[in-house]
């Protein structure tokens, strides 16, 4: 792969980076070609000429643009392909999905959209450049599929270079341009979605060179073929299918996907995370990612390395730059990002189905192995995590060493194989932290491939305890404890990137007399930031954030108030971290009008910060019983420390624990106004939750008459319009949050009262979810709480549904058994 980038003269030089080196982060140009003599080539910055050119500015562009997001490196298609090798043009076509998955950032460039246009819109209080935008040619481009769905950012620029918006502020429109569903463009991996729909997202589109049009889905479907031009767009279009035909019907094809049940959002570059955090600073890190490099390619090197370091030093930014950097050398293998309060992430119940989805899917030759396990044992996706490890992980892999001796089978695997695996300490259950650290040590004895296991976590005592059990097998680093220059440098790089971005775009978005000063902040200001925020990394992200937020005010301003806490005797950073930007919303309020927007604080982000899954603004309304409007209210000046999407329908996520630790901790009761009742909140969900099921429940609910009918039978909208999302999340989670709440059941209390007269309308909604398995699991929490009375009320519940249905004697021992244990 080539890369550009600015020489010391100005000049822009290419530098290429052979196969299975380190690529550095870089952005890239998504764009319409012009008449071909006006696009710079290849040959024309080999030959520094070309400057003449229509197509220059684009670069300039793009290397502007780069520069703003401190990128050194950028890839445009025009001139990193030197297209007049025929063997250099069909690797670049087969990988160019994979590259504008790997940029950091993607640009696209619209010559047909002013951002100052003053057209007629049919969109009512739409932005004047929405038609112009709406109908640019670039929507038509065959290319533009992958380049608007395989990188996690994508922001869009108007002829000028004004930006206009980005995948996600414009998912909406950009859904209606192209037909794409909302889902694809927030980062759901493409192969949950069909063939026949994602040749519809196509069928329109078109391209300079007929057979492109089926070159450029290549990367759609996860398929490799030859590009020959002059076969023609129904021929080409044959072979892909037929590709595509191959892979799914082949052992080694996706179809055993579909028995691998997996986390949302865990892979380094869903939207859940790739989506809204950014890798390491080009300048930031850098010893350790070299560290962190040698160690992934020592063929002797322990098969872990454990980042362990405290909250907020950065250690999900490295996870994610480690595994960027692996899959753009093509050695990631899979990545889990652990997250407390994020469903499927926040316990190891899926962890190893997921990372052998994912080996599947990055390693296609171990495909048929995993295969194999499921296959002979179709439960095992139910076993424990080690019997899962050793079946679905282990094994497979051990299974390639004879394959790779074997060089006609095609592909090989690589020599080393990546897991990523971020935040372990956040999984629920302390057991399975020691567990998993053992089963990975395992992975030593592999040889071909050799498996590296990145591990991050805070020095949590479980994590701890379980690198302790597997003594001289794993290699560490502790990242709060790196020389403080170093971090201190990191730090400055970060913060003076990102002050320089937020003074451009506050300068470009305000008349000249009230633009930031020329040389703002300044280096004094700068190094007092840095202070204050070393070790931790999430002070700096989180300060850069508020900054930029212009709901909040003048950048200076708030940089003002920040510094102020440099003079206040804070116990903690996160102090300094959090109360500036939670301060803005009790400014100017004294007496009831500032007690009463606490309480609201308290009840509605209290509740946000301790979900046991994200929900959206207005499921979390139809929970907490208030208005839309007084929660995005509350939340329209947090948007620094929380993830506040523009969609109504798409959660609210934590930006980074240490926010919810800050608002919690107990030994800030006293001193911070913003405390938050941890036990207090969990009982008030679950008795939201509690009074939304009683409002819901009832027996067949979707209105299916029989009760044997088959989940996969029924219309997933059917299912939805009856169980809507804060429906399914209070049937999944309501014991949850009378776990957490620590107090005692009694007869004839609101839970007692909700099984006796729900419990079997409860089982049958988890059924029609497909979670009916996970009611066990569900309900046992409350053992330790139960009194008197329950389990009568279990047998008596499960005799009446056992009657009502005349059950076969087997069947209803099996129905009895079943609700004992």
């Not at 579909?258 to 930031?284: I, S, V, Y």
């Not at 204050?532 to 992200?541: E, G, R, S, Y």
């Amino acid at each position: 792969m080539r890369l550009l980038k600015r020489d010391r003269d100005g000049q822009f030089c290419l530098t290429e980076f052979p196969v299975g080196v380190s690529i550095p982060s870089y952005a890239i140009l998504s764009h319409t070609w012009g008449p071909l003599s006006g696009e710079v080539t290849f040959q024309d910055l080999v030959d520094r000429t070309g400057k003449d050119k229509a197509g220059y500015d684009k670069i300039r562009f793009c290397a502007d643009q780069a520069q703003r997001h401190g990128l050194v490196y950028f890839w445009i298609d025009t001139c990193c392909i030197d297209r007049t090798n025929n063997a250099e043009l069909a690797e670049a076509i087969n990988s160019m999905f994979r590259w504008y998955r790997g940029a950091a950032r993607c640009y696209v460039y619209l010559p047909d959209v002013s951002a100052t246009s003053c057209e007629q819109s049919d969109w009512p209080s739409s932005p004047p450049w929405e038609s112009a935008f709406r109908a640019s040619r670039w929507f038509t481009r065959g290319w533009t599929l992958q380049e608007l769905l395989a990188p996690a950012s994508v922001e869009f620029f108007a002829r000028g270079g004004t930006l206009l918006g980005s995948k996600m502020s414009l998912q909406q429109q950009i859904h209606e341009i192209t037909g794409i569903a909302v889902r694809a463009l927030r980062g759901d991996p493409l192969p949950g979605f069909g063939v026949e729909e994602r040749f519809k997202w196509a069928e329109s589109r078109q391209t300079t060179r007929e057979e492109d049009w089926a070159y450029s889905l290549l990367g759609i479907f996860s398929v490799f073929i030859s590009p020959i031009y002059g076969e023609g767009k129904a021929h080409a279009v044959r072979r892909l299918k037929k590709e595509i035909n191959d892979t799914l019907s082949s052992p080694d094809g996706h179809l055993v996907l579909k028995n691998l049940p997996t986390a949302k959002g865990a892979a380094f570059d869903t939207h859940a995370e790739g989506g809204r955090n950014r890798t390491c600073h080009p300048d930031t890190r850098v010893d350790l990612l070299r560290q962190i490099d040698d160690w992934v390619d020592h063929p002797t090197a322990e098969s872990i390395f454990w980042l362990n370091g405290m909250a907020g030093t950065g250690k999900s930014t490295i996870s994610r730059t480690v595994a960027q950097r692996c899959d753009a050398r093509g050695i990631l293998g899979a990545s889990f990002f652990f997250k407390r309060g994020e469903g499927d992430r926040g316990h190891a119940g899926l962890f190893f189905t997921t990372i052998a989805a994912q080996l599947v899917l990055k390693q296609p030759v171990v495909a048929a192995h995993v295969k194999s396990a499921i296959d002979s044992d179709p439960a095992i996706t139910e076993k424990t995590i080690g019997v899962q490890f050793e079946k679905l992980v282990l094994e497979p892999l051990s299974s390639l060493s004879c394959a790779s001796q074997d060089t006609r089978k095609k592909p090989t695997p690589p020599t080393n194989l990546v897991m990523v695996v971020d935040a372990l300490d956040e999984c629920s259950r302390e057991e399975d932290v020691r567990l998993i650290i053992k089963l990975f040590s395992r992975s030593n004895d592999l040889q071909s491939p050799r498996l590296r296991i990145f591990v991050t976590s805070r020095p949590e005592l479980p994590t701890r305890l379980g690198f302790k059990d597997i003594k001289g097998k794993y290699q560490d680093l502790v990242l709060h404890d790196m020389p403080e220059p170093v971090i201190e440098h990191d730090i400055h790089a970060y913060l003076a990137s990102e002050l320089a971005t937020i003074k451009a775009d506050y300068d470009d978005s305000v008349c000249e007399d009230r633009r930031l000063p020329a040389d703002w902040p300044g280096q004094p200001t700068i190094q007092t930031l840095v202070k204050m925020a070393t070790p931790l990394f999430i002070f700096a992200a989180t300060v850069c954030r508020f900054l930029a937020d212009r709901r909040c005010g003048n950048p200076d301003e708030q940089l003002r108030e920040v510094i102020r806490y440099q003079t206040r005797s804070q116990e903690s950073q996160l102090d300094a971290t959090y109360l500036p930007v939670l301060e803005q919303l009790v400014s100017g309020l004294t007496g009831r009008k500032k007690k009463k927007l606490l309480g609201n604080f308290r009840y509605i982000i209290g509740s946000i910060v301790i979900l046991a899954n994200p929900l959206s603004t207005s499921s979390l309304a139809q929970i907490l019983l208030i208005s839309k409007d007084t929660i995005d209210t509350m939340l329209d000046l947090l948007h620094s420390v929380l993830s506040i999407p523009a969609l109504p329908d798409a959660p609210v996520r934590l930006l980074h624990l240490s926010f919810c630790d800050f608002l919690v901790d107990p030994e800030n009761q006293e001193d911070n106004d913003f405390w938050v009742d941890e036990k207090e909140t969990h009982k008030r969900l679950a008795a939201n939750c509690l009074r939304l099921l009683d409002k819901h429940l009832q027996a067949d609910i979707c209105r299916l008459t029989w009760p044997g009918s088959l989940q996969s039978a029924v219309d997933r909208q059917r299912i939805n319009e009856a169980l809507p999302p804060e429906v399914q999340y209070a049937c999944l989670y309501w014991t949850h949050h009378i776990e957490h709440a620590k107090g005692h059941l009694r007869d004839d209390d609101q839970v007692h009262d909700f099984l006796r007269r729900h419990f079997l309308h409860w089982l049958e909604a988890l059924s029609l979810m497909g979670r009916a398995s996970e009611s066990i699991g569900i309900i046992r929490p409350l053992q330790a709480l139960l009194k008197v009375g329950y389990q009568s009320l279990y047998n008596s519940q499960v005799n009446k549904y056992i009657n009502r249905y005349s059950f076969s004697p087997d069947l209803a021992l099996r129905y009895q058994l079943f609700f004992t244990i």
